[in-house]
């Protein structure tokens, strides 16, 4: 038996393993672990819109754009469905 001395060096190992090892990887993330340009720019994003004429104008742009879709889908189809029946 290696004595009292070897078993309060194996239970410091145990303790500061785990600890150093989280000291390690939870210091200084953002250059250790960081991929550049990952997350964009806030130019880069949508604007979510708070105010009512912001609101107003942007269903407005989605409403212009659905039906413009819309228009360049029914030309495409050549226009001539009738209520979803078709004949073949």
């Known amino acids: 038996m290696a004595g009292p001395n070897l078993e309060v060096f194996k239970f410091s190992i145990y ?22 340009d990952f997350w964009p720019k806030p130019e880069q994003t ?15 742009r989605l409403r212009m754009r659905r039906l413009w879709l ?10 001539n469905q009738s209520n979803g029946d078709r004949e073949s």
């Open 70 to 79: 819309r228009e360049q889908r029914l030309k495409g189809h050549g226009g």
């Open 15 to 36: 303790i500061m393993f785990p600890i150093a090892t989280m000291y390690y990887y939870g210091t200084n993330l953002d250059n250790r672990f960081s991929v550049q």
């Open 46 to 60: 949508n604007k979510i819109p708070f105010e009512r004429d912001e609101i107003k104008g942007e269903l407005e």
